[in-house]
């Protein structure tokens, strides 16, 4: 069974920047692609950032292209997303995703919410202007 835990969260201004971090637990995380979502208050989950297997590969929303960067390691069994330039209108709760163990997938289809069958708890992300 896969957990997951997203940590890093706050309140920061805008323009600053923030890193989040997910920890996972299970046995198959070098073979699921691993994303973060976000849901704003009152607003459906949206897209953030998806990362292939081995991590050569990324995929980031185009509102957050330029200010977002996803990384893994396999070995640490972790995801962070690095955040600069943070806007109000990221204000959300952030969510650590992961994919069907064994499940390839790469390019716009990740982006879809349903392809990940595992979530964390979200960390929140406030930016204050």
């Known amino acids: 069974q896969v957990q997951l835990v997203e940590s890093g969260g706050g309140l920061v201004q805008v323009g600053d920047s923030l890193s989040l971090s997910c920890e996972y637990s299970?046995?198959?995380?070098?073979?699921?692609?691993m994303g973060w979502f976000r849901q704003a208050s009152g607003k459906g989950r949206e897209f953030v950032s998806t990362?292939?297997?081995?991590?050569?590969?990324?995929d980031v929303a185009d509102s957050m292209k330029g200010r977002v960067t996803m990384s893994r390691d396999n070995v640490k069994n972790t995801v962070s997303l690095e955040m600069n330039s943070l806007k109000p209108e990221d204000t959300a709760v952030y969510y650590c995703?992961?994919?069907?163990?064994?499940?390839?997938?790469?390019?716009?289809?990740?982006?879809?919410?349903?392809?990940?069958?595992?979530w964390g708890q979200g960390t929140q992300v406030t930016v204050s202007s």
């Open positions: 299970g046995r198959t995380f070098k073979s699921q692609i």
């Open positions: 990362i292939t297997w081995s991590g050569d590969s990324t």
């Open positions: 995703a992961a994919g069907k163990p064994g499940y390839y997938c790469s390019g716009p289809r990740c982006r879809d919410l349903h392809m990940y069958p595992s």
